[in-house]
């Protein structure tokens, strides 16, 4: 009787693992997947930073005297190079936007930059870069609020503050450069 009941025990134990061994590896999926989408909104905002200098090799050549511009963008893209979480990647992000805003601008002061092949072979690869962003960004968001989500909800929030499962931050931009910039020709 003694032995049937030390079975019935670790039958019951064996049975509650079950579950427990699941959420904890489907939480370990989740955070793999906020990672894995974090390093490809990384590696798209890899790709606008290394577009920038070619850029502005082009527009160098025929705005000479808009140092200040070309400098600002040289000084948002070394932000951009030491930024390490989602926030210091929205601030970097937020001043290449600006930079990049005010580059339109001389572009429109020299209508033979527009005409340059180099430069709009450039500026398709930036606008392409720009859309790869917004679509990494946004499925990263997703990915993060999947993972918040399950991390907060009963009982796998208890396996989740056992093992230091923390909230994620989303990347978000704010709302001056949600706003489309004015161009005109």
């Given at each position: 009787?003694?032995?049937?009941?030390?079975?019935?025990?670790?039958?019951?134990?064996?049975?509650?693992?079950?579950?427990l061994?699941?959420?904890?590896?489907?939480?370990?999926?989740?955070?793999?997947?906020?990672?894995?989408?974090?390093?490809?909104?990384?590696?798209?905002?890899k790709?606008?930073?290394d577009?920038?200098?070619?850029?502005?090799?082009?527009?160098?050549?025929?705005?000479?005297?808009?140092?200040?511009?070309?400098?600002?963008?040289?000084?948002?893209?070394?932000?951009?190079?030491?930024?390490?979480?989602?926030?210091?990647?929205?601030?970097?992000?937020?001043?290449?936007?600006?930079?990049?805003?005010?580059?339109?601008?001389?572009?429109?002061?020299?209508?033979?930059?527009?005409?340059?092949?180099?430069?709009?072979?450039?500026?398709?690869?930036?606008?392409?870069?720009?859309?790869?962003?917004?679509?990494?960004?946004?499925?990263?968001?997703?990915?993060?609020?999947?993972?918040?989500?399950?991390?907060?909800?009963?009982?796998?929030?208890?396996?989740?503050?056992?093992?230091?499962?923390?909230?994620?931050?989303?990347?978000?931009?704010?709302?001056?450069?949600?706003?489309v910039?004015?161009?005109?020709?």
């Amino acid at each position: 009787m003694k032995g049937k009941s030390l079975l019935i025990i670790i039958g019951i134990i064996v049975l509650l693992a079950f579950p427990l061994i699941g959420s904890y590896n489907s939480l370990v999926t989740s955070n793999e997947n906020v990672d894995a989408a974090w390093a490809q909104v990384e590696n798209q905002l890899k790709r606008r930073a290394d577009l920038i200098p070619n850029l502005l090799e082009t527009v160098k050549g025929y705005a000479a005297h808009e140092k200040e511009v070309i400098d600002s963008i040289a000084s948002a893209r070394s932000m951009y190079a030491g930024a390490k979480t989602p926030q210091e990647f929205a601030e970097a992000n937020e001043g290449l936007n600006n930079a990049i805003k005010s580059l339109n601008v001389i572009v429109e002061n020299y209508p033979d930059l527009k005409a340059n092949q180099n430069f709009a072979d450039l500026q398709v690869e930036l606008a392409g870069t720009e859309n790869r962003i917004a679509t990494e960004r946004m499925r990263y968001n997703d990915v993060v609020k999947t993972y918040n989500t399950r991390i907060r909800r009963f009982p796998t929030n208890i396996m989740a503050g056992i093992f230091g499962f923390d909230k994620k931050q989303y990347f978000e931009i704010n709302q001056q450069d949600a706003e489309v910039p004015k161009v005109n020709f």
